[in-house]
């Protein structure tokens, strides 16, 4: 049998919150997860820059074996997918498909509002894109959309200092700040793969009854539903439950922040070295 596993990419760590709820639910299912860390952080790089970034970490996906590649990053989704999707796979690999993060997520979260105010926290470049609030009025127009970018999450996660007092006062001022303004908010999506390692914190800050929604779930169950609806996508998917873990940064050092987020100890291999 060929080794066609489903490819998950991110410019670092936070993707390995998806792939954890893609294996929950496709079990089965070979993965190979790609982190660019030599080159992240993506967010504060032009739509360019990603661009390119992310279409050669798909392309090496494909070179791998992968006929379906999910953007395990919002920045990737955002600045990328939709030019990749629409302008580079019909030239590279019609036959293939990349989806991404944000979509899932922005399909479904509407259904989950009482009061039509939903609240974004993120990364200032995905906030900055406006990818979020864009998507949730293209399926509920009727949704008011808040965003708060939170830019010192990111680094106080991957440093492992998000259990210390000094990340508490950041996590607590910008939840602030976004109930602050729009108090309607009944639901919260953490719209970085980093923040399920902090929603806990962040639970415990917003009122009662606010529901947080995280992505990796969404967008596992969805992954599962396309590939239903896709029996020719899904039958280029291989099935012996092999997990790779592929970096661009030093092997050694992925591996030991890379636990934090996919739960269990890891052995990564560079990129370059896979054949």
């Given at each position: 049998?060929?080794?066609?596993?489903?490819?998950?990419?991110?410019?670092?760590?936070?993707?390995?919150?998806?792939?954890?709820?893609?294996?929950?639910?496709?079990?089965?299912?070979?993965?190979?997860?790609?982190?660019?860390?030599?080159?992240?952080?993506?967010?504060?790089?032009?739509?360019?820059?990603?661009?390119?970034?992310?279409?050669?970490?798909?392309?090496?996906?494909?070179?791998?074996?992968?006929?379906?590649?999910?953007?395990?990053?919002?920045?990737?989704?955002?600045?990328?997918?939709?030019?990749?999707?629409?302008?580079?796979?019909?030239?590279?690999?019609?036959?293939?498909r990349v989806l991404g993060v944000i979509r899932p997520v922005t399909e479904w979260v509407g259904t989950l509002s009482r009061s039509g105010h939903v609240g974004i926290l993120a990364t200032a470049g995905t906030v900055a894109s406006g990818s979020y609030e864009i998507e949730i009025r293209k399926s509920f127009p009727g949704v008011t959309v808040t965003q708060e970018a939170c830019p010192m999450w990111v680094p106080l996660i991957e440093n492992g200092e998000f259990d210390t007092p000094g990340a508490d006062c950041f996590i607590e001022r910008h939840?602030?700040?976004?109930?602050?303004?729009?108090?309607?908010?009944?639901?919260?999506?953490?719209?970085?793969?980093?923040?399920?390692?902090?929603?806990?914190?962040?639970?415990?800050?917003?009122?009662?009854?606010?529901?947080?929604?995280?992505?990796?779930?969404?967008?596992?169950?969805?992954?599962?539903?396309?590939?239903?609806?896709?029996?020719?996508?899904?039958?280029?998917?291989?099935?012996?439950?092999?997990?790779?873990?592929?970096?661009?940064?030093?092997?050694?050092?992925?591996?030991?922040?890379?636990?934090?987020?996919?739960?269990?100890?890891?052995?990564?291999?560079?990129?370059?070295?896979?054949?």
């Open positions: 049998m060929n080794h066609h596993p489903i490819g998950v990419f991110d410019s670092g760590f936070g993707g390995l919150t998806v792939l954890k709820e893609i294996e929950r639910v496709l079990p089965d299912h070979d993965l190979l997860y790609f982190g660019d860390n030599a080159r992240a952080p993506y967010g504060n790089r032009s739509f360019e820059i990603v661009h390119a970034y992310t279409l050669e970490a798909v392309e090496r996906l494909f070179a791998a074996g992968c006929h379906l590649v999910v953007l395990a990053c919002n920045t990737a989704s955002a600045k990328a997918l939709r030019t990749i999707q629409q302008n580079d796979l019909p030239r590279v690999a019609p036959e293939r939840v602030g700040r976004l109930m602050e303004a729009d108090p309607l908010i009944d639901v919260v999506v953490l719209g970085c793969t980093h923040y399920p390692l902090i929603q806990g914190k962040i639970e415990k800050l917003l009122p009662p009854g606010v529901r947080v929604v995280a992505q990796g779930g969404v967008v596992a169950d969805r992954l599962a539903d396309y590939l239903r609806r896709h029996p020719e996508i899904a039958a280029h998917c291989s099935r012996r439950g092999v997990r790779e873990f592929l970096t661009s940064e030093s092997p050694e050092a992925f591996d030991r922040a890379a636990s934090l987020f996919y739960g269990k100890p890891i052995r990564s291999r560079r990129q370059s070295d896979l054949a």
